[in-house]
Nanobody, 116 residues
């Protein structure tokens, strides 16, 4: 059974940085594409960044150049380094683990609030 646990959210001022971490427990971490999604109040869930099993990455246009996703296959973790944060980055951030056959696992989410 796969479980994902996010950490690292909080309150930060505009222009600041946060690092989110997702701990994967279960079998087969290296085979999963790992992603970070977010949902702001009143908005749909959106992809923030994703990293494949071969460590290729994609980013939403809105975070390109500011956020960096990385994975540590030895520790079964995936991190999201968020720099130059903006108020519009405020959302609940969710960790996702996905396989090409359609299997999806989600974490419980962590709140990120960007405000002065």
């Amino acid at each position: 059974q796969v479980q994902l646990v996010e950490s690292g959210g909080g309150l930060v001022q505009p222009g600041g940085s946060l690092r989110l971490s997702c701990a994967f427990s279960g079998i087969g971490f290296i085979t999963y594409t790992m992603g970070w999604y977010r949902q702001a109040p009143g908005k749909q869930l959106e992809l923030v960044a994703r990293i494949s099993s071969s460590s290729s990455t994609i980013y939403a246009n809105s975070v390109q150049g500011r956020f960096t996703i990385s994975r540590d296959n030895a520790k079964n973790t995936v991190d999201l380094q968020m720099n130059s944060l903006k108020p519009e980055d405020t959302a609940v951030y969710y960790c996702n683990a996905a396989l090409s056959l359609g299997t999806n696992h989600w974490g419980q989410g962590t709140q990120v609030t960007v405000s002065s």
